[in-house]
């Protein structure tokens, strides 16, 4: 589990730096804080080309989509996955 913060979070199929704060090579979309909710915009390259496969509940994401609690998004062809849902308290 990892809190969204209310900032944009960078996504990639990189297992081993799936979520940033900042901006790299080979991210294939980005989480944005909007309201109360999130959008998913692809990366420019993604937008073309979908090498990455980024998928919301398992069909093809698009660009600027509005999600909800309960959404998954997958990443790549090895699934880098991840499950909007929402925590009531955080524990340290």
Same mark, same amino acid.
């Given at each position: 589990?990892?809190?969204?913060?209310?900032? &944009?979070?960078?996504? @990639?199929?990189?297992? #081993? /730096?799936?979520?940033?704060?900042?901006?790299?090579?080979?991210?294939?979309?980005?989480?944005?804080?909007?309201?109360?909710?999130?959008?998913?915009?692809?990366?420019?390259?993604?937008?073309? &080309? /979908? !090498? !990455?496969?980024?998928?919301?509940?398992?069909?093809?994401? #698009?660009? &600027?989509?509005?999600?909800?609690?309960?959404?998954?998004? @997958?990443?790549?062809?090895?699934? @880098? &996955?991840?499950?909007?849902?929402?925590? #009531? #308290?955080?524990?340290?």
């Amino acid at each position: 589990a990892y809190p969204l913060p209310d900032k &944009t979070i960078f996504l @990639s199929s990189d297992h #081993e /730096n799936a979520l940033s704060l900042t901006p790299g090579d080979n991210d294939a979309a980005k989480l944005m804080p909007i309201g109360q909710g999130w959008q998913l915009t692809l990366s420019s390259n993604q937008v073309r &080309t /979908n !090498q !990455q496969q980024v998928l919301v509940n398992n069909k093809p994401a #698009e660009n &600027t989509q509005i999600l909800a609690l309960g959404d998954k998004i @997958s990443v790549g062809r090895d699934k @880098s &996955t991840f499950l909007l849902l929402k925590v #009531e #308290e955080v524990l340290h």
